[in-house]
């Protein structure tokens, strides 16, 4: 799939499993992974939907901390370029890059000690 169109299915309040891979450049997240897409407390959703324009980089950014398969500042960097590529509003991608370095540890730190398969 490319970044135009990315085909899920809902599962419950906040969680969505894509229908088909999904690709940005070496980086292939398989089907059936589960995301919650862009992570905000709920009262920020006026501002950025979990599944609005930054879903692609989230979707990425999700499948990078729950496989661990480079470091938490890799991740964060990549998710930060993703943005980038997806034509956001500079001021919504240093914010959700922001809230990625100072408060994504929380789901660093859970896939790291659960090794949560996918």
């Not at 589960?34 to 939907?49: A, E, K, M, N, Q």
Request: with cysteine; glycine share 6%; charged share 25%.
């Amino acid at each position: 799939m490319n970044n135009l169109y990315i085909l899920i299915e809902y599962i419950d309040g906040h969680m969505w499993k894509l229908s088909y891979e999904y690709k940005w450049r070496s980086i292939i997240v398989p089907k059936g992974f589960i995301t919650d897409g862009t992570s905000l407390p709920r009262f920020l959703y006026f501002w950025v939907r979990p599944t609005g324009k930054s879903f692609p980089a989230a979707i990425v950014h999700d499948y990078l901390y729950k496989t661990h398969i480079c470091s938490k500042k890799e991740a964060d960097l990549l998710f930060l370029q993703h943005l980038k590529e997806l034509n956001i509003r500079w001021t919504k991608i240093y914010a959700l890059y922001i809230g990625v370095k100072m408060f994504g540890w929380i789901g660093w730190n859970k896939y790291k000690k659960n090794r949560k398969t996918i």
